[in-house]
């Protein structure tokens, strides 16, 4: 059987998690690993639909996350996570929880997340239109100890992805 | 890769969703199926606390659990679902959704369940302190169509789980 991990990515809207997590998924299933990508808002339309962007909120939405992350992992699946997961504490209750679990920090600063833009979703924030919005008046808790950073603002795509690879081998996920 | 499969169990508090899944669950193990019990209580723990047992609620519920046995399922996993499921329409819209989906309708007589009341639910929802209980002020549709049905009332649990394992060959679902 293979063994399951929880790589969980975390970091602000716009520094890259679902692109590089979509990539990190192609190359693991080509080395023959099972993985299933749970973004932040397919979860929230599937499981969490109806919750605010509140703090309880937000710590119940990743709860839930968590739990289905497990549920794969310890049936040999690759669960990878890619909401922004902004708070600390609830990251780090998860990892205390579930085995083999795997933080990505996704590094880019405000910045640069926000000059992007991808979604439009900084502009509307800044507008007002939407609340509680990470990075702008909500707060981004970085990780003390992921076990993997990618600082999407020095580094691009290919050297990301191919450092959570090699990561993932280092620590004795993939051989 | 093993064949995965969504086997949803449907049936009155009482029926023997959960004794008889549970010990389908250890079957099925032994023949090298991954397995992942989605135990109604659990699920509601985990994925959707501070839902009711209103109808709305109870669908949002079971649509839940539908989308995290898909996951299982598709990931060759075994995914038993042990919810109540009372209502016909929403079971039938996971069952349009996703693949290899199994009802297994556990059949017993209002009577019956409320005679055995394991967990002492009736006793409180006939004095009235629960209340949208099923088969007292809720109603329970069965299924239609179901692919395996057990009547508990008239089989003994090694019967039930003698029948969903041969059922489940005959299916193809199991070799």
Redesign the interface.
């Known amino acids: ?1 293979e063994k399951g991990f929880i790589l969980w990515f975390t970091g602000l809207s716009g520094a890259g998690k679902t692109t590089i997590s979509k990539i990190v998924a192609e190359k693991l299933e080509k080395r023959g690993c ?1 993985v ?1 990508i749970l973004d932040g808002d397919i979860v929230r339309e ?2 969490s ?2 919750l605010t962007f509140s703090k309880e909120d937000r710590d ?1 939405n990743i ?2 996350i968590g ?2 992350a497990h ?2 992992s310890r ?3 690759v669960g990878i996570t890619a909401a922004i997961s902004p708070y600390k504490a609830v990251r780090n209750e998860i990892r205390e929880m579930y085995e083999n679990f795997i933080e990505v920090y996704i590094n880019a600063p405000l910045e640069v997340c926000e000059q992007r833009d991808v979604k439009g979703l900084y502009a509307k924030a800044r507008a007002g239109e939407i609340q509680n919005f990470t990075g702008i008046d909500d707060p981004y808790e970085p990780p003390d100890n992921p076990e993997i950073t990618c600082c999407t603002d020095k580094e691009n795509l290919d050297e990301s992805v191919a450092h959570v690879i090699s990561s993932l081998e280092k620590l004795g996920y993939l051989t």
Do not use: H, Q, S, T
Request: proline residues 0%; charged residues 30%; hydrophobic residues 45%.
């Open positions: 059987m099972k299933e599937n499981l639909k109806g119940i709860r839930r739990f289905v549920l794969l049936n040999g699946v």
